[in-house]
């Protein structure tokens, strides 16, 4: 054979190698959702989103306004939406009481937030297991086709969490994550090196529980929260057709300065400063590895290869705050002062009644709790009930927060028995044994 002939040979087959290994490439990855396709660049920083709203039904419509807002945010900034994971229940856009079906807003007359969402985790999906599974890349959600954060060593991730709070621990649906697991989670993957820098923003009551002498000064993430360690966070924005909450003060504090500013001419710092200052009934707080603080915005809210976007800007409109854990009963109160017939008066002071009767029920059988685990210690009675807050032990406060949860009260979807939670707490700092205080449970809270 010539060397031409040769030469004509080899070209001809590579072309023909070349041609058909790209349509079996393309082939193989046909069905595969793009966020699980392999990084064309390894070393090439990637930012990550990860949104909750854990709470459903329409009391709680401000968790999902809040999350929706969070979204279009990262989305309109560039962040691809392969590398955002949203949950949220989803039952809020088209709620019998939605009187725009399809339509969640997050202020006063403001934007549809919802336009345009995709939710990766909805329903009973919303869970704690899912959240640090979803977080910390796991293999096994990922092969049953659920997005999760496939970040690497050189990779920026942004968490943002809304709904309600107790000591040490943040409610999904009828769960809660515990502060430890979190913590646990985040010391893992700092360890397997799944990212460089890490930013969390958490709208819970007593939020600064989850981090405060928890989260390490030295692993790379910085945290702030809507509430210090033993007070509520606040809902906003009463709106007047709707009959609810259309947000929380920290949250809306935070979305808004990001809406309207160049994300790479503010720092976190910054932003945490403007929070701070206009969320005026809460202490937000700051905890973790405080120089991340020093990065611009653009490096958490956007895309590695953020332009700048038209600012929005809403009009100024009061806030109109009320405590988180009191919201569903000042959105009651609401209706009832806007009712206008005497059938529905006569029904919202029914339920009015029935929550202020929960209330005391709750606090009620707390008391006899600590009665019985105190037992004739007068002055540890006082203790239990007078001490602020303090480091939780929480190989005693799990297995007791979890028998109240089962036995007495489902503290995530009972409002009034968060604030219960702290003399669980005290009990537990009292050295009083979780055995003894489960035994006091046992009997008061009967199956």
Not at 113 to 121: S, W
Not at 390 to 417: E, G, M, Q, W
Request: proline share 5%; aromatic share 10%; charged share 25%.
């Amino acid at each position: 054979m010539s060397i031409m002939k040769l030469r004509l040979l080899i070209v001809a087959v590579s072309s023909f190698c070349f041609c058909d290994s790209e349509v079996f490439f393309n082939s193989r990855h046909d069905d595969v959702p793009e966020w699980q396709l392999p990084h064309s660049n390894p070393h090439e920083r990637r930012h990550w989103a990860l949104i909750v709203a854990g709470s459903n039904d329409w009391e709680n419509y401000r968790h999902q306004a809040d999350a929706c807002h969070a979204y279009q945010i990262m989305k309109r900034n560039g962040i691809p939406e392969e590398n955002i994971v949203l949950m949220m229940y989803d039952d809020i856009a088209y709620n019998e009481l939605n009187p725009t079906p399809g339509v969640i807003i997050n202020h006063p007359n403001g934007p549809n937030v919802y336009e345009g969402v995709k939710i990766d985790y909805k329903g009973d999906d919303v869970s704690p297991s899912n959240f640090l599974a979803a977080l910390s890349g796991d293999e096994t959600l990922a092969k049953n086709g659920k997005k999760v954060i496939q970040s690497g060593p050189d990779d920026h991730i942004f968490v943002y969490f809304a709904d309600h709070g107790g000591p040490g621990c943040i409610a999904f649906l009828d769960e809660v994550l515990f502060a430890n697991d979190l913590i646990s989670t985040l010391k893992k993957m700092h360890r397997e090196k799944k990212f460089k820098q890490m930013v969390l923003y958490i709208e819970a009551c007593e939020s600064g529980s989850m981090f405060e002498n928890l989260l390490p000064k030295d692993i790379n993430i910085y945290a702030t929260t809507a509430a210090n360690a033993s007070e509520s966070s606040w809902a906003c924005y009463v709106d007047e057709q709707r009959n609810t909450c259309l947000g929380d003060a920290y949250s809306v504090n935070w979305m808004e300065d990001s809406d309207k500013e160049a994300l790479d001419k503010e720092s976190l710092q910054k932003q945490f400063l403007i929070v701070r200052k206009e969320t005026k009934y809460s202490h937000v707080q700051e905890y973790g590895d405080k120089s991340i603080s020093r990065e611009m915005l653009s490096e958490f809210q956007a895309g590695p290869e953020y332009r700048p976007s038209p600012p929005i800007v809403l009009p100024k409109v009061p806030c109109g705050v009320v405590p988180a854990d009191e919201a569903p009963l000042a959105i009651l109160r609401h209706r009832l002062k806007t009712a206008k017939d005497e059938v529905s008066k006569q029904q919202l002071m029914r339920e009015i009644d029935e929550l202020l009767e929960l209330r005391d029920r709750v606090a009620k059988t707390m008391q006899d709790i600590v009665t019985l685990a105190t037992g004739d210690d007068v002055g540890q009675y006082e203790r239990v009930y007078t001490k602020g807050h303090r480091d939780i032990d929480f190989d005693c406060y799990v297995p007791v927060f979890n028998l109240f949860h089962k036995r007495c009260y489902n503290v995530a979807k009972t409002y009034s028995a968060n604030k219960q939670m702290k003399f669980l707490v005290n009990m537990c700092d009292e050295k009083i044994s979780s055995e003894r205080i489960m035994e006091a449970i046992t009997r008061v809270c009967k199956e």
